[in-house]
């Protein structure tokens, strides 16, 4: 490919130019490597996999214009394949009683088990040809500069958008690239939200709910030594427990604030105590699975009060108290930080 000249320089000269090149001949060559090893080793379209993996983190039927939103197909290319899927009985479709004219997409048990043979196979191959070529901070670097990209090109901001102002997060701070009072109202909202989401699932958690929640405490556990990647397990961990209750409306309303929050941070700056305060958010959210595993709902609605991002009005900077002992209790988060399956 010839390299034209603006300004006297060749563009292969200018970073971003070169940067673009990387991430357009890197995605490709990543996709296809992806999509062969799925092939090879499952016998299954990489776009299958995709709607899979949208279906499964929905963790119920979705509108089929909202998985379009999801996936980085086409309206019609997306119907063709949800076609194919439901032949091979990988998901049902269903019409909506209120609009017929749209469908509802749910995963099938042969769908789930697909699925879940299939995932291993997919995040070995992120990480082999790619997490691994990059250290931790390339790898936040791409993530939050992409993302800024995205939000750009959604009309959220200018190409030279003004940093937002940082919004405090216990001891720490999130840097924010967009409106940092409509993410602080977020947090706001959803902190006044979260006992009702709480008591839901403490209410109606099912044994593979709280299988699955102690699966994502795990991985939060895992994080501990990346903030930006801890937080992101924890709202993983709470978008599962807001799916957990009957009421649809409180569920989109919460999982709707938990994405903007998580979708404006680009960094989170820690003072030195974050390692402790990561420790203990960890052991406050190993407690609260434990109350929804007991079916406790005041237990895990006094926890979701303790887990509020937000200081008192009263106490501008406060940290939040020490989560009280149960004596009728292991310590803290005993059972729930232990590996799925022990």
Known sequence: MCAHRID???ATDRADVAAWRAMLYANDR???????????EHDLELSWYEVLMHLAEAG?????RDLHQRTLMGQSGLSRVLAKMSEDGLVRRVTLAEDRRNLSVELTDRGRERLRRAAPTHLRGIRQWFGDQLTASQTEAIRAGLQRVLRNLAGEGGAKAKAAEPVAIGPSMLSLSSNAVSTADAIAVRDAVEPLVVTDAARYATAEDVADLRRLLSTM????????QFLRADWALHRRIAHISPNAVLRQVYTSLVDTIEDNVDAIVPDKQHPEY??????LHADLVE???????SAAAELANQHRLTAAPDRPGARPHR??????????GTSALSPPGR
């Open 8 to 10: 006297g320089m060749a």
């Open 30 to 40: 990543l996709l296809k490597r992806l999509a062969e090893e799925m092939l090879r």
């Open 60 to 64: 119920g039927p979705i509108n089929q």
């Open 221 to 228: 556990t895992r994080r501990l030594d990346s903030p930006v």
């Open 278 to 283: 990561l420790q203990w958010r960890l052991r």
């Open 291 to 297: 109350a929804i595993a007991e079916s406790d709902p």
């Open 323 to 332: 989560p009280p002992t149960h004596p009728d209790r292991p310590a803290v």
